[in-house]
């Protein structure tokens, strides 16, 4: 029955989710173990740290060795002093012939999941710049990621370097003003990435639109401030400021537009 009322907090597909992290937090009470998550995007960070609110828990977060997206999350005892290694967490630097070859943020992560054989949640944030790709990963894994030697045509070596090293990412947001009917996810996506609204729609149908990190596939759910709208193959859109209206009825609309870099 408790388990239920926390469901009716969150949505159906984050069950599952929920389930795990309040077994980690079962687990550090009752057993008094020191549990390092798998890389968390923003909201299932929310989502642990409202679980664990009140709990007899600790947490940390791998925010205090670099600001990234994607963090690694130390849940531990009353007793515990961080230790930084307890992460597992370690950047990778690709090295390429950057002057005769561009590689892009979908083939260096298609090309680590399927050559590494590891899931998705064992990678963090993908930094791709002018001329270096580093990869957040688990510390433990390191040694299947080295042995990767070729990302798309290209041939690649990997090393480990200090987090100290970490890179900006090349791509950089655009501030736009949109004009759209409403706030409908499909109209959002179409006339931010300028398609039509029968691509935008096939892409919610094909599971490729998420809209806070989670998953979405209803044309018409609606969208506000502050969402941030992710479509794989295209890019990010995150909702700024909602403005005023058209004299034809528009709603004016604030963007932060982040674009794929094409492969």
Request: with cysteine; proline share 1%; glycine share 4%.
């Amino acid at each position: 029955m408790i388990t239920e009322n926390i469901y009716q907090h969150f949505q159906e597909k984050e069950r599952h989710f929920i389930d795990r992290c309040l077994e980690w937090i079962n687990r550090v009470e009752e057993s008094y173990s020191v549990i390092s998550t798998f890389f968390l995007n923003p909201r299932e960070v929310d989502t642990l740290k409202t679980l664990a609110n009140k709990r007899n828990v600790q947490i940390f977060s791998s925010e205090e060795l670099a600001r990234t997206e994607l963090v690694k999350i130390i849940l531990a005892p009353d007793f515990y002093v961080l230790d930084r290694e307890d992460f597992d967490i370690c950047l990778l630097e690709i090295n390429y012939a950057s002057k005769f070859v561009e590689l892009s943020h979908a083939q260096v992560l298609g090309t680590f999941l399927g050559q590494a054989g590891v899931k998705r949640q064992e990678l963090g944030d993908i930094i791709v710049s002018d001329n270096k790709i580093q990869v957040f990963v688990s510390k433990h894994l390191v040694e299947s990621f080295k042995a990767i030697e070729k990302i798309g045509r290209a041939a690649i070596k990997i090393q480990e370097i200090s987090l100290e090293n970490l890179v900006e990412e090349t791509d950089k947001a655009v501030r736009e003003v949109v004009l759209v009917d409403n706030l409908r996810v499909d109209k959002m996506i179409a006339v931010a990435f300028k398609i039509s609204r029968n691509i935008a729609t096939n892409m919610l149908e094909s599971k490729k639109v998420k809209v806070n990190y989670l998953e979405i596939d209803k044309k018409d759910f609606s969208v506000g401030l502050d969402d941030l709208i992710s479509v794989r193959g295209f890019g990010r859109i995150k909702i700024l400021r909602i403005l005023d209206f058209t004299k034809k009825g528009k709603q004016r609309v604030e963007i932060e537009l982040i674009r794929n870099r094409k492969k």
